[in-house]
């Protein structure tokens, strides 16, 4: 007589998006030039157009976006967007 056998313990892994990124990644660059630069300073200002409807999305997530596009020859935001996805979201899984 057969028995159906568990899924051994060990097999689930659990990482995070910061454990696939190699310490030498462009996007580490990125991320620390954005962080350290004041935004407002340089002209980047918060402006709230309606009162009602979805919030808009940080302003360093795009320019982050932006400059890693502007450093890997991605100008089109459709390049942009699919290297975002292939890059984050299929890796990340």
Known sequence: MQHITGIARNQ????SLEDSISEDNSVRFVDAFVENIDLKALG???QT???EGRLSFNT???LKI???GYLN???SS???????EQ???HEYK
């Not at 689930?12 to 990482?15: D, K, L, P, R």
């Not at 459709?78 to 975002?84: C, G, I, S, V, W």
């Open 12 to 15: 689930m892994v659990f990482t």
């Open 44 to 46: 980047f200002v918060l």
């Open 49 to 51: 157009l309606k009162t």
């Open 60 to 62: 360093q997530t795009f």
């Open 66 to 68: 932006y400059l890693y």
């Open 73 to 75: 020859g991605l100008r």
């Open 78 to 84: 459709r390049k942009l967007e699919k290297e975002m």
């Open 87 to 89: 890059s984050v979201i």
